[in-house]
Nanobody, 119 residues
Framework: QVQLVESGGGLVQAGGSLRLSCAAS????????MGWFRQASGKEREFVAA????????YYADSAKGRFTISRDYAKNTGYLQMNSLKPEDTAVYYC????????????WGQGTQVTVSS
């Protein structure tokens, strides 16, 4: 199993920045890829970004490209989502998740952290 704990959410004005963290434990950190998702109130959960096991490949939703950066720190067993130029439409609960196999399925999820962007 993998345990995930997100942190770093909060209230920020439009144009501001936040860095979300996802502390992982339970399995070798380099054995899984990591992703970030978000769910706004009344909407379905959507993909935001993902990073490979090695950290060498990163993928972004169109809404995140150019503004968000995903990364991971192997010494700290922690993943990050740096979010810049935030917009009110970025308001959502953000979740990190890990994928053990290359099958498109995320196996473990964190509890989520709220991000609110005011206009």
């Amino acid at each position: 199993q993998v345990q995930l704990v997100e942190s770093g959410g909060g209230l920020v004005q439009a144009g501001g920045s936040l860095r979300l963290s996802c502390a992982a434990s339970g399995r070798t950190f380099s054995s899984y890829s990591m992703g970030w998702f978000r769910q706004a109130s009344g909407k379905e959960r959507e993909f935001v970004a993902a990073i490979s096991r090695s950290g060498g490949y990163a993928y972004y939703a169109d809404s995140a490209k150019g503004r968000f950066t995903i990364s991971r720190d192997y010494a700290k067993n922690t993943g990050y989502l740096q979010m810049n130029s935030l917009k009110p439409e970025d308001t959502a609960v953000y979740y990190c998740a890990v994928r053990l196999r290359d099958n498109g399925v995320y196996d473990y999820w964190g509890q989520g952290t709220q991000v609110t962007v005011s206009s």
